[in-house]
């Protein structure tokens, strides 16, 4: 729960503040872009930039209140949140659902739902929280989950113990807390998990990054890939790089062989284009990350 004593300074004036524990994981501000931003001069932490001007930008903010992974947003006086919690999971395109309820393990990570006919997948883990697991279990429980690297399995283990479902990692990114995952994924060749649904390996930001691609349409990128609003175009993570760039790059030419419209990532924004437009887009990044 944030703490007033411990308010920010560059917060605006008025009753929703970000508190000194903000790790800046990025995600009130692509959730709620009109209340929340990065603070200037990369000052390592967010801040409320303008206070919510109406009853919508008002749900967004307590959206965010609620999807921060590490309780840094706040309000002075108590506000009823039944709104906000009625808005979690929110569908974004088609079956696909954003959980909310980020994941201090995974450093605020996105995590998805793709509902399907022949068992719901679940991407990467958001906090283990009762209005997450009721949300699941009202949408159809879980039957896979997709963890598209070491660093967003965050509450795996009970997901798996509560809903019973296979997890699916890439051996490379096996460690302790993970060595027991269902079905681990090995070279670089893509595996069918499913109808429509295929697992890519994407070494680079992790030895063991996949992306997930479901019915050629939705790209799950976990941190592999995604928008950027600044330079206009898809991009990888230069600065945050764990494994090997040039690896990166020859996964990002290897997923243009593929099909899809979204890319949904775990960090970053997600982009959604026709299918030759994402193509080209791809090529974008691509001359990019040759230079960068
Ligand atoms: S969601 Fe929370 S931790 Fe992440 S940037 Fe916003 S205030 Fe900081």
Known sequence: MADLARRLPDNAPGPFFVDAGCIDCDTCNWLAPAVFDGAPAGGG???VHRQPGDAAARLRAEMALLACPVGAIG???KHDLAAARAAFPERVAGEVYHLGYHAEASFGAASYLLRRPGGNVLVDSPRFTAPVVD???RLGGVALMLLTHCDDVADHARFRAHFGCARVLHEADVA???RDVEIKLAGEAPVALGPGLLAIPVPGHTRGSACLLADETFLFTGDHAAWS???GHIYAFRDACWHDWQELRRSMARL???RFEWILPGHGRRCHFPAA???AELQRCLDWMAAA
Do not use: F, K, V, Y
Request: hydrophobic share 20%; proline share 5%.
């Open 45 to 47: 932490h967010s801040r």
């Open 75 to 77: 309000t002075e006086q």
């Open 135 to 137: 949300a699941l279990e």
């Open 176 to 178: 302790h807390g993970t």
């Open 229 to 231: 609003p600044e330079r």
């Open 256 to 258: 243009a062989g593929h």
């Open 277 to 279: 437009r994402m193509r």
